[in-house]
């Protein structure tokens, strides 16, 4: 998967459960800084770091992390 399709889903996701960046980065205990640079798609996500985002989006790993493909 690429880093801004990522980037774009947790960010939509975040916005879509009425979190601030700030919110979800209390949350997860992480820098706002951390969650800003993984949303622009600058930052290598961590896995373990994408399945504590779907746990507290409510959302599955799945979900979070699937490429938009083209089903014929």
Known sequence: MEYDQLAGRVRAFRKLKGYTQQQLAERLDISVAVLGS???GTRKPDPKLLER?????????????????RQD
């Open 38 to 40: 993984l949303e622009r």
């Open 53 to 69: 985002i779907s746990e507290t989006l409510g959302i599955s790993y799945e979900e979070l992390t699937e490429t938009n493909r």
